[in-house]
């Protein structure tokens, strides 16, 4: 079973940052993929960043890009996003997640999210 823990998540001003963390509970377990995804309220949840652990290769949505960063862990089932230059539109929960199953086709493991609240 595997579950992610998310922890990082607070209140900031506009143009600050964060560093959000996340890791399993339990024992690393194998993944093609990690990253983060976010929801404000009333929106849908929408991709913000994630790791491709076969090429190593980071990819970002574009509201984030050029702003966030991803760094993360394979052998650990680790990653993390680092949040610079924050503005109000990045208000949400964040949840950690991971592709286990090729099948899925997409990321099929979530943690419980952590809030981010970016004040103006």
């Known amino acids: 079973q595997v579950q992610l823990v998310e922890s990082g998540g607070g209140l900031v001003q506009a143009g600050g940052s964060l560093r959000l963390s996340c890791a399993p509970s339990?024992?690393?377990?194998?993944?093609?993929?990690m990253g983060w995804f976010r929801q404000a309220p009333g929106k849908d949840r929408e991709f913000v960043a994630g790791?491709?652990?076969?090429?190593?290769?980071?990819y970002f949505g574009d509201a984030v890009r050029g702003r966030f960063r991803i760094s993360g862990d394979n052998a650990k089932s680790t990653v993390a996003l680092q949040m610079n230059d924050l503005k109000p539109e990045d208000t949400g929960v964040y949840y950690c997640a991971a592709q286990v199953e090729v099948a899925s086709g997409g990321y099929d493991r979530w943690g419980q999210g952590t809030q981010v609240t970016v004040s103006s």
């Open positions: 790791i491709n652990w076969r090429n190593g290769n980071p």
């Open positions: 339990g024992r690393s377990f194998s993944s093609f993929a």
